[in-house]
């Protein structure tokens, strides 16, 4: 039943749906029109089978892509065709993956019956691994068809997608029910999954994208920072930042420059890239030079005030530059960003009052002393002139930030054992 509306709605939606991106962005859509072609054919190029066994792994975008980096060398005795959704999360797997010959990175196709069906039939796949919250129904329902095992990793599911799920009961526990496996992140998501008739085994493993301890080059960092920086330069990254955030901090930045007593320079990361002219326009306005990080000469010193970061999948290993992070997507209501990226690299973490969506991460660098909390502008200023100012401060808060990603890790190890022992 579920399965003849699905697909009914989307055979009469997809048009308009099509219609509605060309025209709000062109010039982009005329780019990517072999891109959607593959997507909707479901043809695609990967190696030919080597191991003795094959691994689809399930990925939306960059996101998904960095939470499954120390899975992959675990599962290196498969061979694995890592399917992403859309440009920029292609681009980092490609990248990030690219020196693994047991490894194709690939678009997913569409969720459309055909396409999904005749990608599965080509891929050939011993088991999908579906990351996060990737709960595409004809996905699901083919892959089920076809006795392929469905095991959701690093299962998210947030209260917002709690009340989703209570309006589509039904269809929800149906797709749900064919999954293998669903290991959760966090008793929080857990709880939120609750509903009546769901009979898929669920466990809580931990979230893969605490375990960042294996990605991080701290000689590499070293060394980049003191051929960009000299030496008494302090810097801020804030990164993932939000529409309506880069006028927050960058009015911080004005102020907190005043306060100190070092040079400091400003790195900021918008969480798309359309936002990029606004956040440069913004900075001209109140006087502040600026470059774009993929325009630099990465071997000289930098010698703007603000570098806006317009590349994808940079911003982890900039952490590394860093004396202070702000996380962005928390000044305003957007549930904020994963704090513990940064504070893989010891770096001090300032958030706002909205990290719903890393409540739990939050929460435990508040306690350790590795995060903080600036709940208005007021006390961001403070919270960045206080750890700017004190370096011993500064290093403390950075351990503190470190040893909590370090408690916090070991999922991937736990998911890897499970996925072993299921095929």
Not at 42 to 69: P, Q, T
Not at 139 to 165: D, K, M, Y
Request: glycine share 8%.
């Amino acid at each position: 039943m579920w399965y003849i509306i699905y697909n009914f709605l989307l055979g009469i939606l997809s048009l308009p749906a099509g219609i509605f991106i060309l025209m709000r962005n062109f010039r982009r859509a005329v780019n990517e029109i072999s891109v959607l072609s593959e997507r909707v054919n479901g043809k695609f190029l990967v190696r030919n089978k080597v191991k003795a066994k094959r691994l689809l792994l399930w990925c939306a975008s960059v996101g998904e892509v960095r939470s499954i980096i120390t899975l992959i060398d675990y599962l290196r005795d498969y061979d694995l065709v890592i399917a992403v959704g859309t440009a920029s999360g292609y681009q980092q797997a490609s990248r990030l993956f690219a020196g693994r010959d047991y490894v194709s990175v690939v678009y997913s196709p569409l969720d459309f019956p055909f396409s999904v069906s005749r990608f599965l039939t080509k891929i050939m796949p011993d088991a999908v691994l579906i990351v996060e919250t990737e709960i595409w129904p004809n996905l699901i329902w083919i892959a089920r068809r076809q006795g392929r095992p469905l095991i959701l990793i690093n299962g998210r599911f947030s209260r917002r997608s709690r009340r989703l799920f209570l309006l589509f009961r039904s269809l929800i526990v149906q797709l749900l029910n064919n999954f293998s496996l669903l290991l959760l992140r966090s008793e929080t998501d857990r709880n939120n999954l609750t509903l009546t008739g769901l009979k898929v085994p669920i466990e809580v493993t931990g979230n893969m994208k605490y375990d960042l301890g294996g990605t991080i080059d701290v000689g590499r960092a070293i060394s980049q920072r003191s051929q960009l920086f000299k030496s008494q330069d302090l810097v801020i990254v804030a990164g993932s930042i939000r529409p309506g955030e880069e006028k927050i901090i960058i009015v911080a930045y004005q102020q907190v420059r005043e306060q100190i007593r070092q040079p400091l320079k400003l790195l900021i990361a918008p969480r798309h890239q359309e936002m990029i002219a606004a956040i440069e326009k913004y900075l001209g306005e109140n006087n502040f030079s600026s470059a774009r990080w993929s325009q630099i000469d990465h071997s000289q010193p930098v010698t703007v005030d603000c570098l806006v970061i317009d590349t994808v999948g940079d911003l982890f290993n900039l952490y590394g530059l860093a004396q202070v992070a702000i996380i962005g997507g928390s000044f305003l209501d957007y549930g904020g960003q994963n704090p513990l990226e940064p504070a893989a690299w010891g770096c001090p973490v300032i958030f706002g009052k909205y990290m719903s969506n890393f409540a739990e991460e939050a929460n435990a660098l508040l306690k350790k002393g590795g995060g903080f909390l600036a709940s208005d502008f007021s006390r961001l200023m403070e919270n960045l002139i206080a750890l700017l100012n004190d370096r011993q401060k500064r290093i403390i808060a950075g351990e503190n930030a470190r040893k909590t990603q370090q408690e916090l890790s070991g999922a991937t190890e736990k998911n890897f054992t499970r996925i072993k022992e299921l095929l």
